[in-house]
């Protein structure tokens, strides 16, 4: 999945990955970033030998405290990111041929842009985005998909293109589906951002969009952040992990949504997906 990802890069990645868990074992590594073992032993050598990692039998913890202050994109990119390349693996699965998709700046909606570009079937993929991170992950997949970035004014905290003008091009398109990341996801609340800008952009995307999907990983079940993105009855799909609150999940789907839980298989590779009965 990601031979081609800069070396300092992944490595960036893998430590947010130990800072968010404390502790991953070189195989889990291995899979979350699309790499063989051998480059993960050498990754976590060298953030070792540079005082950020310690090895330990099977795997690697963070040396120390979490960074201070906000972290950058690539440490929030691996906060859960286990949970979150589940999550991306079953999203990008529901994505065809001669689509076009909306995404949303964020992490998890990252993810999902790198696991449609592993899917070498899939051509004729028309994207629109407002995450510049996010149109990077798709740049591999050029010329087999069109990626097309909204505008309007940089946000530095997400790497969004945000109002004014970022809404713009919005209002001229119906595509088919729309993938969302969020701060939370409550019963009564809904679907909430951390910020407005963003949140506005999010609504514009899931009014120009046929179907509408969420993607979250489970710390966010049950959160309410401050700018309300949209109700309940406006998504069609959530898809989580697989640690998400089950008396959450339960709440959730009593008011109508359909959740989704992507899960790693116990036996093979890849994402176990939990629909509801």
């Known amino acids: 999945m990601s031979e081609s990802m800069p070396t300092e890069v992944r490595r960036e990645r893998m430590l947010g990955v130990l800072v968010e868990q404390e502790f991953a074992r070189v195989a889990e590594l291995a899979e979350v970033f699309g790499v063989s073992t051998v480059t993960v032993r050498a990754d976590l050598d060298a953030l070792e030998e540079q005082g950020k990692v310690r090895r330990v039998r099977g795997g690697a913890v963070a040396a120390g405290p979490p960074p201070k202050g906000e972290p950058s994109f690539e440490l ?49 993929v028309t994207v629109f985005t407002n995450g510049l991170r996010t149109a990077l992950e798709l740049e591999p997949a050029l010329p087999r998909f069109a990626v ?63 179907r509408r999907i969420v993607v979250a990983d489970s710390s966010k079940l049950g959160r309410i952040e401050m700018a309300p993105v949209c109700g309940l009855p406006e998504v069609d799909l959530l898809i989580t992990g697989e640690s998400a609150d089950p008396e959450t999940v339960r709440l959730l ?7 989704e839980i992507a899960a790693r298989q116990r036996a093979g590779g890849g994402a176990r997906v939990s629909r509801p009965a």
């Open 148 to 210: 097309v970035v909204t505008g309007g004014s940089l946000r530095r905290q997400q790497h969004s293109l945000v109002d004014p003008l970022g809404g713009r091009m919005l209002e001229g398109i119906r595509a088919h589906t729309v993938f969302l990341g969020c701060g939370g996801v409550h019963p009564e609340a809904g679907v909430t951002n951390v910020n407005l800008p963003d949140a506005e952009m999010k609504q514009r995307m899931l009014r120009a969009a046929a």
């Open 76 to 124: 929030s990119l691996g906060a859960a990111a286990v949970e979150k390349a589940l999550i991306a693996r079953a999203a990008a699965r529901l994505v065809g041929s001669g689509e076009s998709v909306l995404m949303g700046a964020g992490t998890t909606t990252a993810y999902v842009a790198r696991e449609l570009v592993a899917r070498p079937e899939l051509t004729e």
């Open 253 to 259: 789907r009593e008011r109508g949504l359909r959740v």
